[in-house]
């Protein structure tokens, strides 16, 4: 997963025609650690997209541009705009994140 530092770099993740998927996350949150305990083998598993995360502390003005009210967060993302998201409150399991991959479009 590759660590997203500038708002430019946010946008380039984005913009392509391969889906890209988004993390956002902070570093005092107890689930964005949870979801670092098992996040790398659905990355993995999950080789058809670009991943990505970002410190939402850092860019709070994409937070709210996205709709990130929870953390952490997945949002995927092709030619520059948001198709799902998966909110904090259904990430907090390897099952979860793993159903939500399972029912993005192909």
């Known amino acids: 997963m590759k660590t997203i530092e500038t708002a430019e770099q946010f946008q380039a993740a984005i913009s392509g025609d391969k889906p890209a998927i988004v993390k956002f996350y902070t570093t005092w949150c107890p689930d ?8 790398d083998d659905i990355v993995r598993d999950y080789g058809q ?23 952490p967060s997945l949002l995927v993302f092709r030619n520059g705009e948001k198709i799902a998201h998966l909110h904090s409150a259904d990430a907090k399991t ?12 192909a």
């Not at 964005?32 to 996040?39: D, G, H, P, S, V």
């Not at 390897?94 to 479009?105: C, G, H, K, Y």
């Open 32 to 39: 964005c650690m949870r979801l670092n305990m098992f996040i």
């Open 49 to 71: 997209y670009d991943w990505f995360e970002i410190n939402r502390d850092q860019f709070p003005e994409l937070g709210e541009k996205y709709q990130v009210l929870g953390i």
């Open 94 to 105: 390897p099952e979860e994140v793993r159903a939500f991959l399972q029912s993005l479009p």
